[in-house]
């Protein structure tokens, strides 16, 4: 199957900096991507879908100067967690589509602590 | 606004048995509906993928139907091994057009004893 990587797997930060994290699809290339995020002992819960070429699409709830995407390659896009704070500590997780099936291929995760 | 339910939230089992997970979902144009495990603090791992216009999906101990007119879908795990301890989630795509991303129920977390 597809393979879609994300960076870092753990990071933790002070209360005020922000977070750039990386999804990659390794094997495929992918003009849609999807950001999840999943607080603990709940399920995902989609944020935004990024596009290739052009500005992302936010869920509703989710404040898009904060959470900076961008989708700069068909293989590569980055979600910035901006000015963080503690509540935004978390696991965000990526999928890209893959195949005529479009089935979502997710990365492995990365684990956000803000102190 | 399409809502994915999944029952039970919690299941413990002896090792060997056959079980049965569910899923439900409130708006049946769905395009297609995923099946995943998670294992704790770890990213999915994708199990099946039916497409509205199937009824079911086999891979090897895991059978996945769907039933879209009532909104649900069942995972039969055959034979349980305590390799099987995860959590299960189930994940809706709508018909809506576009790329759009999925919609997760909250999970059944499945303990297989030994």
């Known amino acids: 199957g597809a393979v879609v990587s994300q960076h870092p797997s753990r990071v933790i930060c002070k209360s005020g900096t922000s977070v750039k994290i990386e999804c990659r699809s390794l094997?495929?290339?992918?003009?849609?991507m999807f950001w999840y995020r999943q607080f603990p002992k709940k399920s995902l819960m989609l944020m935004a879908t990024?596009?290739?070429?052009?500005?992302?699409?936010?869920e509703q709830g989710v404040e898009k100067d904060k959470f900076l995407i961008n989708h700069a390659s068909l293989t590569l896009s980055t979600l910035t967690v901006t000015s963080a704070h503690p509540e935004d500590s978390s696991f965000y997780i990526c999928?890209?589509?893959?195949?005529?099936?479009?089935?979502?291929?997710f990365g492995p995760g990365t684990r956000l602590t803000v102190t | 606004k399409q809502e994915v339910t999944q029952i039970p939230a919690a299941l413990s089992v002896p090792e060997g048995e056959n079980l049965v997970l569910n899923c439900s979902f409130t708006?049946?144009?769905?395009?297609?509906l995923q099946w995943f495990r998670q294992d704790p603090g770890k990213g999915l791992t994708s199990l099946l993928l039916?497409?509205?216009?199937?009824r079911e999906q086999t891979s090897g101990r895991l059978n996945a139907s769907l039933d879209k007119s009532s909104g649900r879908s069942t995972l039969y795990i055959a034979a349980s091994q305590p390799g099987d301890s995860a959590t299960y989630l189930c994940?809706?795509?709508?018909?809506?057009?576009?790329?759009?991303?999925?919609?997760f129920g909250k999970g059944t977390h499945l303990i297989i004893q030994p």
């Open positions: 999928s890209a589509p893959g195949g005529r099936s479009y089935e979502q291929y």
């Open positions: 094997d495929f290339q992918a003009t849609t």
């Open positions: 990024s596009n290739e070429g052009s500005k992302a699409t936010y």
């Open positions: 708006d049946s144009a769905i395009y297609n």
């Open positions: 039916i497409q509205s216009s199937q």
């Open positions: 994940a809706v795509r709508y018909s809506g057009g576009g790329a759009d991303g999925l919609t």
